[in-house]
């Protein structure tokens, strides 16, 4: 297998990959970058097409990277072998591991989805935090959702730290970005109905129907939902707290409301 | 109100406050730093003794500080006012805002819990990250528990990151550190029982019985519960999962099984 080697912090693909953590370049050049282990052997067993590998010896913790490289480079990707410096320099984890790879971005349309008998989607409306969304894909996964619906992202898909919190199950969940207008109207004509978590509702979500065709549906951090969903809901939902007003932040809401839906739906995992 | 000006990073106070970020001297010395203004507003609220408050305008993010340093001072602490690069110097987060303050810290044994009627505890065993055990606190206050009960540390409750991640519920919420076995004792003569999570059972949680004097029992990120909560647990439970084997982390799984029981025991706050 052939590897190039950068030894050099003045590389002009050392460069790019710095400028990439920015959204504008990713978007511009439709790529984002992977790191760590994990992640990368999760884009492996998803099969999502790996561009280019750069790896550094020095940071390795293990002795299981060597197989993920030959995977890759199997899989057609060009690779670089950096030195410890350089890799520094490209990484955006505290602790590098020494791998990370070039990964194109992919449509996230609606009309992609494939829904499931009865449909069961959750809906996340400009979430802010790119650690929250991560997390959100996560429980999304544990609850298999047929599919995760952003609307009027704040922070993109294909931000570092959303595919870091994810854990690489970015690569494994069904996501569609689209505008709230938008996903409303694609889930009326659908009759798909609409629960939306807020604090200003009566209706214990536990008390809700949650079965059948549904979208669960959750605010931003700051603001919660915004009327064009709670105006259009089926039914507005809350989880009652003990304790703190905000010890749940939106990530665990999701979660908890999640899994509520998981037991009534009483699904095949059981 | 009486401030002492400090702009030397060799100033020793300074350099302790760099030594607590390591348990050993923290423990030595019985106290720990909290630092950002919603944890010294929630230790506030809870009269948690504040012994040191330092600020440094530079950082404030808003207008909302000197509020908090009004209301510290009164409380007879002493103030110190930092340079920007000195509060730099003793700040753990990315992003300072120019709070920090020196607290005590406090006895966490089993026997000054308070139980409610019937007792509705949370024990930890050996969890490692501190933002899990931050986390889980957070889940914990929440579903509204009597306590939670950290069995085996190997991060200890005063550590900056729990802090964090605790939003500051570390100091709403009672908690008490003991070593499994004499927790497991405590929970026999009390009648308390043993709801232990593992991925290793047919029983799924939302069917087990989670009424009544109740511990959900939590383990380690690693290696899951050990053999002395498995054997002698009156029910292990799992939380059935689609998706990657690994998409709940333990805070997220702590979570889920909480409010599962939240939902059975079906508590005030509905």
Redesign the interface.
């Known amino acids: 297998m052939s590897v190039e080697s950068i030894t050099s912090l003045q590389n002009p693909r050392i460069k790019n990959l710095v400028r990439l953590r920015d959204r504008r370049p990713r978007d511009k050049q439709k790529v984002f970058p992977v790191e760590g282990f994990r992640a990368i052997r999760?884009a492996l067993e998803q099969r999502v097409p790996i561009l280019e590998l750069y790896y550094a010896p020095d940071w390795f913790l293990g002795t299981n990277e060597t197989e993920v490289i030959d995977r890759v480079a199997a899989s057609g990707a060009r690779l670089f072998e950096l030195s410890k410096p350089v890799f520094a320099k490209i990484a955006y984890r505290d602790r590098p591991e020494g791998l990370l790879a070039m990964v194109d971005q992919w449509e996230t349309t609606l009309s992609d989805l494939k829904l499931g008998t009865p449909p069961f989607l959750l809906v996340v409306e400009s979430i802010e935090k790119p650690g929250n969304l991560g997390?959100i894909l996560?429980?999304a996964?544990?609850?298999?959702v047929d599919a995760v619906i952003v609307c009027d992202p704040v922070t993109d898909l294909f931000n570092p730290n959303v595919v870091r919190s994810s854990?690489?199950?970015l690569f494994?969940?069904d996501v569609a970005v689209a505008p709230s207008k938008t996903v409303l109207e694609w889930l009326r004509e659908r009759k798909i109905r609409i629960a939306a978590t807020t604090p200003h509702t009566r209706n214990?979500y536990?008390r809700a129907d949650l079965t059948g065709p549904l979208a669960i549906v959750m605010g931003s951090e700051q603001h919660g939902l915004s009327g064009t969903w709670l105006d259009a809901c089926d039914q507005p939902i809350r989880?009652?707290?003990?304790?703190?007003a905000?010890?749940?932040?939106v990530a665990?809401a999701t979660?908890?409301t999640l899994?509520?839906a998981?037991?009534q739906r009483g699904?095949?995992?059981?």
């Open positions: 999760r997390t996560r429980s996964d544990a609850a298999g854990t690489g199950v494994a969940v214990v536990t989880i009652p707290m003990a304790g703190q905000d010890s749940l932040n665990m979660l908890v899994f509520e998981v037991r699904t095949d995992a059981y």
